[in-house]
């Protein structure tokens, strides 16, 4: 017995399903039809067309059916009919190719608009050598030598930037590289519509390709984890160089840059392979490249189960940067994802068993419940479990702990509304889902992504709302929050100001970003060199574009200086759930979720009957 109740985990299941489909029924030939049009005998006149001028006969006049005419009538009659066709062929192909006044598309919304230029912040995010096509361009190589000195990983190159400084957070990034491959899962075709499914799907293997070296990725067990590259003091007490005390490029570090590891970090660990497992979908038609996240994901997640413990339990960086507040939200979102990656059902028996996912939070409405965020993933989990239920209806012996999650989600999607009371909005409409603290766009994005994306799966389900205690809400509700959430964001707000670096023509140009606040001039400024660029009052002389800033306070004001970053520093984790809530509002509301493609892993689901009931006595 756990500490949780009964754990169903066994060893990994494997499970070999064959794909099998039946072939389309095959539309009529057209040969049928063109031999009926030809089984009616053809006259004499009719014949003589298909002849040769050699096969014809030599007659002065033509019979055409019931008329005589004399052969010079005749060819007349035909040279006649051929310029005719021939001033009809000519007229037909002027007007063709004259220029006609088409309609033009629609230019794009907003939504496209601003999710071009959300993408574009991971590439200025990127660590390591970068590729020739990032398109950032006071953007280099940098930390090139991360992990040369540690035994366990001599290669910790690549990967990303948590948000304005140079230390690599595993934690926070998982969890980004998760949100962005979920909605790419489930909006390709908007991606692909916006012309951005390429970019994507790069940023994501940018992510998991540096994931894979922070473990034993080819083991099937693990005990140790890098968990994240750099560290930050702000403490004043430490002057010696690192990455929060200096102010830097990138590109420019000379000084040490620690990897600290974990042992116990069941937190981590578990997002680790959420991130790995989404991935493994998003990237299911490269065979080889979707087995090896695979792989990966079911290594970590066994070392989540074996070695338990909070990753920043042991840690003071991570505690106080990233503070982990519990892992069995991981398990259950981990499992839900590697049960789709996979197929496996003894995952989704963990997701389901309800002492995790009571220890996980699902049965009690505290203050932060149905905040999706990098520390808390229930929201979200539940969102993702409730689509099973929706679309594939397992039943017993998932249907009641599904049952419980899908209504869960109702009530979360509720506590959306402005309806409800849960949580306070700003005068100008935000709401405050940290309630008032600093920093609130990061969960304003993936609550507008997830009200979206339930609502896209309501409307596939053919469901036109839920309720409400005793009111029943159209989806329409749920999308309007989004978009008035969102619309906040990019700058219908009190101050008119963007909150997406780079989008419309009131923005934030004091960015708490070092690449971005030290211009490129070939002059290489040491720790303390860079003081004066972070200190200056003066624009940042590069663009982040695309970088959503940390956000307004609760009285919808915005202080645009770098050195406060409550109001100007954006985040890998942030910008993930912008994407997603950009795409997910992006184009045409008709062309939905792809209902099919997250479940390519998962064999046929045959309901195991339910136990009958035990005997009455009386």
């Avoid at 309007?480 to 140009?509: C, E, W």
């Amino acid at each position: 017995m756990s500490m949780y109740g009964r754990d169903p985990w066994g060893g990994p299941l494997e499970i070999n399903t064959a794909d099998s489909a039946t072939d389309d029924d095959r539309s009529r030939n057209l040969q049928d039809l063109d031999r009926a049009a030809l089984s009616r005998p053809l006259d004499e006149t009719q014949q003589s067309w298909l002849l040769g001028p050699g096969e014809q006969k030599k007659k002065k006049y033509v019979d055409l059916g019931c008329i005589i005419v004399s052969r010079k009538i005749f060819v007349w009659t035909v040279g006649t009919l051929l310029v005719s066709g021939f001033l009809a062929g000519l007229i037909t192909l002027i007007v063709k190719t004259v220029p006609r006044h088409h309609h033009p598309h629609p230019p794009p919304d907003n939504y496209t608009l601003a999710l071009h230029k959300a993408l574009m912040f991971f590439n200025a995010q990127r660590s390591g050598k970068l590729p020739k096509h990032n398109n950032v361009s006071w953007r280099g190589n940098s930390c090139t030598q991360d992990g040369d000195d540690t035994s366990l990983f001599k290669d910790l190159s690549g990967g990303y930037y948590d948000a304005g400084d140079a230390i690599k957070f595993n934690f926070p990034a998982s969890f980004a590289m998760t949100m962005l491959s979920w909605s790419v899962i489930e909006y390709s075709a908007k991606y692909e519509a916006a012309g951005e499914l390429n970019h994507v799907k790069d940023i994501i293997k940018w992510g998991s390709d540096y994931f894979l070296k922070t473990f034993n990725h080819t083991a099937d067990s693990i005990s140790t984890i890098a968990m994240q590259v750099g560290v930050g003091d702000t403490s004043g007490g430490n002057t010696s160089p690192n990455d929060h005390y200096c102010w830097m490029r990138p590109e420019d570090i000379d000084y040490m840059r620690p990897v600290i590891t974990c042992s116990s970090c069941s937190d981590l660990a578990a997002e680790m392979a959420a991130a790995l497992a989404s991935a493994s979908i998003v990237f299911k038609d490269n065979k080889a490249y979707s087995q090896k996240l695979v792989h990966g994901a079911r290594t970590l997640f066994k070392f989540a189960r074996d070695q338990r413990g909070r990753y920043s339990g042991g840690n003071s960086e991570a505690s106080i940067f990233y503070n982990s507040t519990s892992y069995w939200d991981e398990f259950v979102w981990g499992g839900a994802w590697l049960y789709y990656a996979t197929g496996n059902s003894s995952y989704l028996q963990l997701s389901t068993t309800p002492g995790i996912a009571k220890h996980a939070g699902a049965f009690w409405g505290g203050p932060d419940y149905g905040v999706l965020s990098w520390d808390n993933k229930l929201a979200g989990a539940q969102v993702l479990l409730s689509r099973l239920r929706l679309f594939l209806s397992p039943g017993y012996p998932y249907e009641e702990i599904l049952r419980t999650f899908h209504n869960q989600t109702s009530i979360v999607m509720c506590s959306y509304l402005p309806f409800f009371t849960k949580f306070n909005r700003t005068r100008g409409g935000l709401i405050q889902l940290n309630h008032g603290r600093p920093q609130p766009l990061q969960y304003v994005v993936n609550a507008a992504f997830l009200a979206t994306l339930y609502s896209d799966y309501l409307e596939a389900a053919d469901t036109p709302g839920w309720y409400c205690g005793p009111n029943f809400y159209s989806t329409d509700v749920l999308r309007d929050f989004a978009k008035t959430q969102i619309d906040y964001i990019l700058g219908k707000n009190p101050r008119k100001m963007s909150y997406i670096v780079g989008f419309g023509n009131h923005y934030p140009k004091h960015v708490h970003h070092r690449g971005a606040s030290i211009p490129k001039n070939k002059i290489k400024y040491n720790c303390k060199g860079g003081w004066k660029w972070r200190d200056t009052k003066k624009p940042n002389p590069n663009t982040v574009v695309g970088a959503m800033v940390a956000g307004p306070d609760k009285h919808d004001g915005f202080h645009d200086v770098r050195t406060n970053y409550n109001y100007t520093e954006p985040t890998l984790a942030g910008n993930a759930g912008l994407v997603a809530a950009l795409v997910a509002l992006s184009g045409e509301k008709t062309s939905g979720i792809d209902k099919n493609t997250i479940f390519s892993a998962v064999p046929p689901m045959f309901p195991t009957p339910p136990p009958p009931p035990a005997p009455w006595k009386p």
